[in-house]
């Protein structure tokens, strides 16, 4: 990881908060000049600290409104089976993320759809089609108490 500063610290800060804020903006709220604050979120953005910027969508509003934590081991243990599982779950829309995990299960997947009826079609049509899979678990989601996806930069400081 290439060395930050402090103000590198506040402009990843800034723009996770709001990309849309021009190099102006963000300058003007960290009392720095434009052109060095441009050069910084450029460089940002060569090291690999900006992968991309895009819109954070109103999950509600689109009324998708089932959010599954779907727990997933494999029928058998190996690294080819892995890769196979791997490859076919990023082709699956539904799954927004998905992690390898410790312990008790091979995979977690966080998997967002409209209603039940919707998450029961995924299941059964979709994810249970990837043949590598032993064993589901469904943990259904009853009320979002945080979701951010602005990462805890205080303690790069």
Same mark, same amino acid.
């Given at each position: 990881?290439? %060395?930050?500063?402090?103000?590198?610290?506040?402009?990843?800060?800034? @723009?996770?908060? %709001? +990309?849309?804020?021009?190099?102006?903006?963000?300058?003007?709220? @960290?009392?720095?000049?434009?052109?060095?604050?441009? #050069? *910084?979120?450029?460089?940002?953005?060569?090291?690999?600290?900006?992968? !991309? !910027?895009? +819109?954070?969508?109103? #999950?509600?509003?689109?009324?998708? %409104?089932?959010?599954?934590?779907?727990?997933?081991?494999?029928?058998?243990?190996?690294? *080819?089976?892995?890769?196979?599982?791997?490859?076919?779950? #990023?082709?699956?829309?539904?799954?927004?993320?998905?992690?390898?995990?410790?312990? +008790?299960? %091979?995979?977690?997947? !966080?998997?967002?759809?409209?209603?039940?009826?919707?998450?029961?079609?995924?299941?059964?049509?979709?994810?249970?089609?990837?043949?590598?899979?032993?064993?589901?678990?469904?943990?259904?989601?009853?009320?979002?108490? !945080?979701?951010?996806?602005?990462?805890?930069?205080?303690?790069?400081?």
């Amino acid at each position: 990881m290439p %060395d930050l500063n402090d103000q590198d610290i506040q402009i990843l800060s800034l @723009l996770q908060r %709001d +990309a849309d804020r021009s190099s102006n903006e963000i300058a003007e709220s @960290l009392n720095m000049s434009q052109s060095p604050c441009w #050069r *910084r979120i450029n460089r940002l953005e060569k090291d690999g600290l900006i992968t !991309k !910027k895009v +819109a954070i969508l109103n #999950r509600q509003a689109l009324r998708m %409104d089932l959010v599954a934590f779907t727990t997933i081991n494999l029928s058998e243990a190996g690294r *080819r089976n892995m890769e196979l599982f791997e490859t076919a779950v #990023r082709e699956l829309e539904e799954v927004v993320e998905c992690y390898t995990m410790t312990g +008790a299960w %091979d995979y977690m997947l !966080k998997i967002v759809v409209k209603d039940i009826s919707h998450y029961e079609q995924f299941v059964r049509n979709r994810l249970l089609e990837v043949p590598m899979i032993g064993e589901v678990h469904s943990h259904i989601s009853v009320t979002e108490i !945080k979701n951010t996806t602005e990462l805890p930069l205080r303690q790069l400081s």
